[in-house]
């Protein structure tokens, strides 16, 4: 049985920063992709950044340059460090997993945590 469970999660002033964690357990995937998507209130569910299998990444141009995601293949992590953060960052963090390669499709990705809030002021 697939879990994650995000932490990190907290309230900032904009210019700071936040390392979001997602602790995975029960998936044996061979080729994968771990993402974290975000939903603000009222708007849609959207991916903020993936990782493969071989280390790969991708982002949502709108953190380009602000975000990296990395994962600990030894701890079973997944990691966003935040920086520059900006009040539109604000939302709810969710990190997912599917057994395929990336992509910026919510409905794609099999398993998802609960989440974590990141406010932004």
């Known amino acids: 049985h697939v879990q994650l469970v995000e932490s990190g999660g907290g309230s900032v002033q904009a210019g700071g920063t936040l390392r979001l964690s997602c602790t995975i357990s029960?998936?044996?995937?061979?080729?994968?992709?771990l993402n974290w998507f975000r939903q603000a209130p009222g708007k849609e569910r959207e991916g903020v950044a993936g990782?493969?299998?071989?280390?790969?990444?991708s982002y949502a141009g709108s953190v380009g340059g602000r975000f990296t995601i990395s994962k600990d293949n030894v701890k079973n992590r997944l990691y966003l460090q935040m920086n520059s953060l900006q009040p539109e960052d604000t939302a709810m963090y969710y990190c997912?997993?599917?057994?395929?390669?990336?992509?910026?499709?919510?409905?794609?990705?099999?398993?998802w945590g609960q989440g974590t809030q990141v406010t932004v002021s």
């Open positions: 990782i493969d299998n071989d280390g790969s990444t």
């Open positions: 997912a997993v599917r057994d395929a390669f990336c992509s910026p499709n919510r409905d794609a990705y099999d398993y």
């Open positions: 029960g998936f044996s995937y061979k080729y994968y992709c």
